[in-house]
């Protein structure tokens, strides 16, 4: 069985984009019964040298939507940061970036598929396929974002578990 770009893509990004809105929304109903704010959320770290939650939202906003934006480009463009802003305007990143992905054609993003394209961290130059890019550092980079905003989330007392962060399973049908 072969699997195409796109299905080792978007719909792999969704999953956990749905999943991060869940738990979003369990956080703000934590805050609604306990008498807390949810913007208190937006700059707590899991530790101090470790960026704060509301950078953890934007990282997994941005590297599926630049991710790809990169494989259909061949181009990689730096996000701007949106810094601390309404725990609101975190959940609305998120419900942006989900909607953005389920607007995507699988016959679209498929032709993405083999493209070449480079990033320039400091000195370092690093050579992809589209495929690469989004494997090897978009998802490791999405995924370390989630987890360190769900943790930041647990930490705090939000009621979520593992499987709030797993979100809907793409399974076979039995």
Same mark, same amino acid.
């Given at each position: 069985m072969s699997v195409s770009f796109y299905d080792l893509s978007v719909p792999t990004f969704l999953q956990t984009v749905r999943a991060l809105r869940g738990v979003l929304d369990r956080a703000v109903e934590h805050c609604a019964q306990t008498g807390r704010s949810p913007d208190d959320f937006v700059k707590m770290r899991l530790i101090d040298d470790m960026m704060p939650f509301h950078f953890q939202i934007e990282g997994a906003y941005h590297h599926p939507l630049l991710g790809l934006e990169a494989a259909r480009t061949g181009a990689i463009t730096p996000p701007a940061l949106a810094g601390p802003v309404?725990?609101? !305007? $975190?959940?609305?990143m998120m419900a942006k970036?989900? =909607?953005a992905l389920e607007a995507l054609v699988p016959d679209e993003v498929n032709s993405w598929a083999g493209k070449h394209l480079d990033l320039q961290i400091g000195p370092r130059k690093l050579a992809f396929t =589209? !495929? &690469? #890019?989004? $494997? =090897?550092? =978009? &998802?490791?980079? #999405?995924? #370390?974002h989630v987890v360190t905003a769900y943790d930041i989330l647990r930490m705090q007392g939000v009621p979520i578990g593992k499987r709030d962060y797993e979100g809907q399973l793409r399974t076979r049908p039995i």
């Open positions: 309404p725990f609101r !305007e $975190l959940q609305a970036a989900q =909607s =589209s !495929e &690469m #890019f989004i $494997l =090897s550092f =978009s &998802m490791p980079n #999405f995924y #370390f």
